[in-house]
């Protein structure tokens, strides 16, 4: 039993190496990805705490040079899920009657091994499975992650520090319980750390977790599960299986301990998932927890006082990092008419300078898109605004996937607002603008507001304070991370909690304590000192 009230040690966000020319962590982490890319490794389910192979592999190529093997991924059936059920709950009240400060102390663990030795370990492995340059990899895999671990350590106490008022006699306590059941993670390719946290927020608060991770990010998620193994998390707290989603789901939506879903991804599975939900709603303990993120079709928008470099960094940063596969990347520009010209002419120059190609090479700001269906996706939309009236293709549009899947940063010019690659989300390194007449910015506001359907991020570029009130007033909902001057990708653990509505997500603020919240069901306890002895109130003596 816990003797004392701990305080956690003191938690800051993880610096971000530079990996300059002639630094340790270049030299290190070149080293740690020549050798993964020499080595073909076995990437199995791991349930229970054993690792489960099967007879049917799948190999696992780097997206920049999709000919090359680098893992063969174990996948399993319908069996494989039963088994994770069974592990989950098998181990559910162990891992719930854990001592709070023991849980936090793996995640503290956790958050030094990364920081150390499994630094270059898993920016190599993203790298390579994710086709991210060093600092996309650094930025996601190490420090992203590292901050989501230590930052839920703080988040945790200071929710179970939440406690309601007592009064004379009487003793008012709140305890935060797991969720009765199991909860299921599907995460994307895109975030190291977001697949990882996923997992890692609702196991922090006492859960159990099946994780199926994106079949293109087998290899990363191996080595997170190493590194969860190294820190001391007891077997079967997190059970991770490769398998079809169709097998998955039709064990884990019927079963009645099925307790939530941590899930990120697109709009149309998460909503196929709700609605499988709802149909089995009746088959459950209780209600569970339905937690999404599922992208976006943010926006920049900037005024005629805003600044031409700013603004063109903010759309080659916004746009192009990772290739345009964040949720939150700059996808569609809104500009006026009366700085094009200026915009045009540094957009272009800083375009001719940018490199593409493998990772492996530092000097490369765009690599490979994940796979072949999303450089075909891709290529689609490039073919179809050559041939349209209303766009036009003012840099880039070249595609090669001899190698790898290689799509050069595009930029499309529409006379129409609404035109496809305005609402459509591409999930790549294709970025559309529109141009508006100077005085028709509120009617651009209100454009933006109304093109898409998620309200994920967006970004107000002005110099003039009562026009970014104006913005921030007409877009309130268009965007549940907003950005004032700055590109609308890069939120911080803790500084800019994640997370959007409409079609974008239930917006539960991954980052946050928002999000823990989400994993917990609180028991009221109220504990009287001395009861009372007779039903009788006051109000029932008879009048003398």
């Not at 230590?150 to 200071?158: A, H, R, S, Y």
């Not at 998620?221 to 190493?226: H, L, S």
């Not at 943010?298 to 192009?320: L, Y």
Request: hydrophobic share 35%; net charge positive; charged share 25%.
């Amino acid at each position: 039993m816990t003797k004392a009230l701990f305080s956690v040690p003191h938690i800051t966000c993880e610096p971000i190496k530079s990996y300059k020319p002639g630094s340790s962590e270049k030299l290190e982490v070149q080293k740690e990805y020549d050798l993964m890319m020499k080595k073909v490794i076995n990437l199995p389910m791991i349930i229970n705490g054993k690792k489960i192979t099967s007879s049917k592999k799948t190999p696992v190529s780097p997206p920049h040079n999709h000919k090359h093997i680098v893992a063969y991924c174990h996948y399993g059936s319908q069996k494989e899920i039963k088994q994770a059920i069974s592990a989950c709950m098998v181990n559910k009240d162990s891992w719930r009657n854990t001592p709070w400060e023991h849980r936090c102390a793996i995640f503290l663990k956790a958050a030094d091994l990364l920081s150390g030795p499994y630094r270059q370990k898993i920016n190599a492995a993203t790298m390579i499975n994710q086709s991210k340059n060093i600092f996309q990899a650094e930025i996601d895999a190490a420090c992203e992650l590292i901050d989501f671990l230590k930052f839920n350590v703080k988040f945790l106490t200071e929710i179970y520090q939440k406690q309601p008022e007592s009064s004379n006699g009487i003793w008012n306590r709140m305890e935060y319980r797991p969720l009765e059941g199991f909860v299921y993670a599907i995460t994307p390719f895109n975030f190291t750390s977001i697949a990882a946290n996923l997992c890692l927020a609702p196991v922090l608060m006492g859960n159990t977790v099946i994780w199926k991770p994106s079949d293109s990010q087998t290899y990363s998620a191996k080595i997170i599960m190493d590194l969860l193994k190294e820190a001391g998390l007891p077997d079967g707290v997190i059970n991770m299986v490769h398998c079809k989603p169709e097998d998955a789901n039709k064990i884990i939506f019927q079963h009645p301990d099925f307790g939530g879903i941590h899930f990120t991804g697109s709009t149309k599975v998460f909503q196929s998932i709700w609605k499988e939900i709802g149909k089995n709603i009746t088959k459950y303990k209780s209600y569970p927890r339905i937690v999404g993120e599922t992208g976006g079709k943010d926006f920049i928008i900037a005024h005629k006082s805003a600044d031409v470099d700013e603004v063109t960094t903010a759309i080659i940063r916004g746009g192009f990092e990772y290739q345009g596969q964040k949720c939150s990347a700059a996808s569609r520009i809104y500009l006026p008419k009366s700085q094009w010209k200026k915009i045009e002419k540094k957009l272009i120059s800083e375009l001719k300078t940018i490199k593409v190609g493998d990772p492996k090479d530092f000097t490369n700001f765009v690599n490979a898109v994940i796979h072949n269906q999303s450089f075909e996706k891709l290529k689609s939309a490039i073919l179809k605004a050559k041939k349209d009236n209303n766009a036009k293709i003012i840099f880039g549009g070249g595609c090669d996937k001899s190698i790898g899947y290689f799509i050069e940063p595009t930029i499309i010019l529409t006379t129409d607002p609404n035109y496809d690659t305005m609402k459509r989300e591409l999930f790549g390194p294709i970025v559309t603008i529109y141009l508006y007449k100077d005085e028709n910015f509120e009617k651009t506001l209100k454009i933006i507001d109304t093109t898409s359907e998620y309200a994920l991020t967006g970004s107000i570029f002005a110099k003039n304070r009562n026009i970014i009130i104006q913005a921030s007033k007409i877009l309130e909902n268009a965007a549940g991370n907003f950005y004032i001057n700055d590109k609308p990708t890069g939120a911080v653990v803790s500084q800019q909690p994640f997370g959007g509505s409409r079609g974008s997500g239930t917006n539960d603020k991954a980052g946050s304590y928002l999000n823990l919240l989400r994993w917990v069901s609180p028991r009221t306890i109220k504990e009287t000192f001395v009861p009372p002895k007779n039903y009788r109130y006051p109000f029932l003596k008879q009048e003398k």
